[in-house]
């Protein structure tokens, strides 16, 4: 790979800009596979990115049928007591919203209002554009700013619905019969976060993007997998923990007052969530699987950490604007360096690094390779059993993105 | 047939998702460039268009846009379906009727790289995503648009389907997307397609219709062509036993004449929402509402879909004709508020 990597560049200059694309994206995605050093990782992880990445089945077609071969474990004497998930399956049921009643859907959402802009324009990466020779018009940069806005809530829809087929199989499979009880409302709640989103998409934004490639590849390997702590960890752990990210960097960016009701409601469910699943895979691992296993475990987080902090780059917002105007590989730095991505990268591993470390999935091996990924400053943080929804929100809008200026 | 998009973007919802929250796309007109007008056939013309921003247009098989011409200083509404297969370019198909003054403009004034504006995509006339069993499909005439558009996109991404058309032409030189079925049928062995020339057989009656489409009994019938086609079609249909529930149809109703509107502002009450609304000049009674910001329902703005329909519970009002309104409609009180203004102070039920 190394001697691709040196003469690459030159390669890459006597090509058409189509042509270069797509030749990055094709190293690019192989740099996926080959940069998980676990082989048993990568093995139970290519199948997803050979169909997501390689043929990109996500976007074609109305749907995909994703086999998956967990089991459901039906209890026969309906032991499994475990208090602290009972408490808050109870917490659950007295606290579930109605996305009909309780958002004023007769707000006037016009994303090109500037007193109530749904993306602000300190939100894009501008002055990272600006740099690789692109410059836009005012207008334009409005309706760029829409089109980010309109990208991302699609992809949290994209990742609602996964996280409501995945909450579903999870309940079959987990052994508590409290966790099951808990599952349920989580469901619940998923069906309702699917259900806002989509109608904010269908009636304010009225433009939805399809699934983004390597989203579509963490969902479908977790779907997919057969062992159900591995669902839960992807779900509840890591694709929760980069919700949390993603909708508190919105929540604190946004100005239109009834997406940052949907974002509250939604972000105070997904703490229960999370809060969830650390409880469950804390007993699991500590007292179920192996060395080998925690192993195994340790390594597959640290793979879905780095693809949800490197690769979510927005590529078809790229193609919708920037195709034939600047190469891909220049757009995936102006993205990566962008302040609002520093903004949700912050506080995705705020939440995700104290998660990993009190389920017992950060043991110093692997802490040496988050280290290297700058990460460890969030070490010793709160974990999600600390955390109520209303901490989270007042973290999240505490936490002030580093502007341009 | 004019090339895909290499890479899906924006998801195409159509209009009738959001219906369920009464809440259709808003009005906005997009602006749409000419890139390339090809003679389909004899008295017929596909316009291949590119948003005029370079930014897709998403659209479900089987779905129109509303053109806006501007003609002789005022702006011409008419619907074209879709007959390119989903994912691919923005093309539709015209029909150049002789006396047509939509069509005739396309025919001899529009060039390529001239700019106009569309509504939508709008209309249900689309494919079930939740079916997976047969297809049948009647097209007549220029009812043959949105018919290739289903049969490709549905090959597309089911080369095996089982797909049956039958295409209803006044003659050979008329007949629209010959090649297109016949290269599709080569390479999919599901797809069988009959041809009815009726200059040399005449109207094919019900018996022969439904001889013609013979659906299985998990089929999805789509009808498209003149109302006493599609009558006829399922009249043949019904007597064969075959479940009146599975036929979706098309009626391409020409656009409403022009008549002269109140010059003066006229109240109008919206019933169900509580409002109360002045009719400007001009107005029909679906810009009155939306002006006032209530959540009416429309897609075409033309007359030609229905979803616009409310029933005038008090006062006068005057509908432009030819629309999709049936005679049992008109006789239970509705009218179409994309097409009708209020010329007394009236009250409807919206
Ligand atoms: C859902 C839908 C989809 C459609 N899709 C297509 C398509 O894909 N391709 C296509 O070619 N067309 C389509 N149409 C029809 C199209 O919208 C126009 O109606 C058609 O092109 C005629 O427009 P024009 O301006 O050329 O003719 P117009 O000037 O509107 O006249 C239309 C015809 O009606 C006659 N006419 C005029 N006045 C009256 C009257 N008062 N009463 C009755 N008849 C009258 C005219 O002589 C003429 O023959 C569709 C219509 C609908 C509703
Ligand atoms: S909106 Fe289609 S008939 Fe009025
Ligand atoms: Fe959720
Ligand atoms: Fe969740």
Redesign the pocket.
Known sequence: MSANIVTLPRMLDGLPGKAQNTIYSALDNLRVMTSVGNAKVAATMAPSVFRGLILGVARDGDAVQMPAQHSTHFSLTYGGEFPEMYELYRRAVANQWDGDRDLDWSTDVDPENPERPVMPLDYPPFEGLAAKGIKLTPKEKLRFANDIASWTLSQFMHGEQGALYAAAQVTESVQWMDAKFYGATQVMDEGRHLEVFLRYLDTKLQKTYVCNDNLFVILDDLLTDSRWDVKFLGMQIMVEGLALGAFGTMYNFTREPLLKQLLKYVIQDEARHVHYGVLALREHIGKELSPAEIREREDWAYEVALLMRNRFLSHELYYEWFEGRMSLKDWDEVILNAPSMAAFRHLMFLRLIPNLEYIGLMSDRIKAHYDKAGLTSFLGGKNATELSGEDLIRDIAAYKAPTPH | MFGRHPRRIILPRGSGPAARWKQRPSQTPRRVRVEKIVSEAQD?ITLVLVPDDDRPLAFRAGQ?LTHIFEIDGRD?R??????SAEGGALA???????????????ARQLREGDVYRVLGPG?D?TLDPAHQGSLVLLGA???M??VISLVETALASDPQRSVRVVDVQHDEAHALFHARLRALAQNHPGLSWDSVVTAVEGRPDAVRLAHLLRPAADAQVYL?GPQALMDAAEAGLKEAGFDLQHIRR????????HRPRPTQPVPIVFKRSAHSVEQQPGESLLDAGLRAGLKLEFS?T????GHCKVRVLDGEVLLE??N?LLPEERAAGYTLACSACATTPVTVDA
């Open positions: 017929a129109y011409e008419r619907i074209y379906s879709l007959s539709c198909t015209i029909r150049v009727l002789p006396e047509g003054r939509a069509s005739q403009f396309i209309g006339f005439g220029s009812g648009t949105p498209c098309e009626r391409f109703v020409a656009a409403p004449q075409c033309v007359g030609g879909c004709e030819p999709c």
